[in-house]
Nanobody
């Protein structure tokens, strides 16, 4: 399954950014997730959404600031990032789970897209 993330860039603290990730139609029945990795750190769970979009889950560090959504008709998953902080700086990756239900477990994700860099300046 091919994935391509878009929308990264440089943003000031307190600002907003919207990431998009286009996935193949075959992934429409799978849960999707966003992860991030900062330099020198392990890949970290950010958020996940079930295949129909009814269930979502967020890391505590982004809860209330980030919103995940998906449009299966457009084969796209979104990550709306609001009130960003310098600690949100990382490479962000979208991924397709093996399962239909939302999950934060990285080992459940089978396909990964190329990351997109997000840099938050203070």
């Amino acid at each position: 399954v091919q994935l391509q993330a878009y929308g990264g860039g440089l943003v000031q603290a307190g600002g907003s950014l919207r990431l998009s990730c286009v996935f193949e139609r075959t992934a429409s029945n799978n849960a999707l997730g966003w992860f991030r990795q900062a330099p020198g750190q392990e890949r970290q769970f950010v958020t996940t959404i079930s295949w129909r979009g009814g269930n979502t889950n967020y890391a505590d560090s982004v809860k209330g600031r980030f919103t995940i959504s998906r449009d299966n008709a457009k084969n796209t998953v979104y990550l709306q990032m609001d009130s960003v902080k310098p600690e949100d700086t990382a490479v962000y990756y979208c991924a397709v789970s093996r399962h239909s239900e939302a999950t934060s477990r990285v080992e459940y994700y089978r396909y990964w897209g190329r990351g997109t860099q997000v840099t938050v300046s203070s």
